[in-house]
């Protein structure tokens, strides 16, 4: 009950103070005189479990940490409509990743370091302290260190624009990998918009060609599945679109 409380509360203050202008959820957590960390995991909770109640959320992220109030939530709603609007939704959504896919194909190098250096930030890298240390072709080598760690571990980043629907192999790997010694970093990243092959990424782990598990630095992957996905959250690249669906208000009707 306490916790149902709690989420109430939080819908409320959105409701009350975020209706236009997104929040931070440190911001919404003062107000509410609550940890962050639960303030987070609460609208995490909610996220999930409008999921599965195929309901809309009573929030909207509209940028890592920002959350605005979702007005499609209030009132008696026609679940058909939801589905059906939900459902035309998740097509435009669709239609738009594969028009990302080849907007981001057709950047030359320049504009393809641009957008990495956007991705690490969105993956908590320390990007004012990127160092560019290489270039080769249609490759940008940089180090730089994550937030999370203070900065501890050094990260060597191969950001590799790819033609659509590249393959990348796991000889890119074993190159990101022989790398590190001379950079001086402990683990690498791949980001590019190609496609890994499941043997690179196998080898990004450290498997063996006998699929024997070796202890090896390791490789994290950003190909261009997961680097949509990273814009896409974000809101990078994209443009949010309001849809207004009006639907019967029965509780009128019944007290005229």
């Known amino acids: 009950m306490e916790a149902r409380e709690q989420r109430r509360t939080l819908k409320q203050w959105l409701a009350e103070n975020a ?53 499609i ?58 160092e560019i240390v290489g270039r080769d072709g249609n490759t940008v080598m940089m180090k730089i260190s994550w937030r999370d760690d203070g900065g501890r571990s050094p990260v060597l980043v191969y950001a590799i624009k790819c033609e659509l629907d590249e393959e990348i192999e796991p000889s890119t790997i074993l190159q990101i990998r022989g790398a590190l010694p001379i950079y001086e970093a402990n683990q690498g990243v791949l980001i590019t918009n190609g496609r890994v092959s499941e043997e690179a990424r196998k080898a990004a782990l450290g498997y063996s060609n006998h699929d024997k598990k070796v202890s090896v630095y390791p490789i994290h992957l950003m190909d261009i599945d997961i680097l949509l996905n990273v814009l896409l959250e974000s809101r990078t690249g994209v443009r949010t679109k309001r849809v207004e669906v009006l639907v019967l208000d029965t509780d009128f009707f019944e007290n005229l």
Request: net charge neutral; glycine share 4%.
């Open 19 to 71: 209706r236009v202008k997104p929040v931070h959820y440190k911001d919404i957590a003062g107000a509410l005189r609550r940890d962050p960390a639960s303030v987070s995991a609460s609208l995490s909770i909610e996220g999930k479990q409008a999921q599965i109640d195929k309901r809309p959320a009573y929030f909207l992220r509209v940028a890592p940490g920002l959350y605005r109030y979702n007005d």
């Open 73 to 130: 939530c209030e009132g008696a709603v026609d679940e058909d409509l939801i589905a059906e609007v939900r459902d035309r939704a998740e097509d435009f959504n669709a239609a738009t990743r594969r028009d990302m896919r080849e907007a981001i194909a057709a950047l030359d190098v320049k504009a393809f370091e641009n957008l990495a250096k956007i991705a690490l930030i969105n993956i908590r890298a320390r990007v004012e302290e990127l």
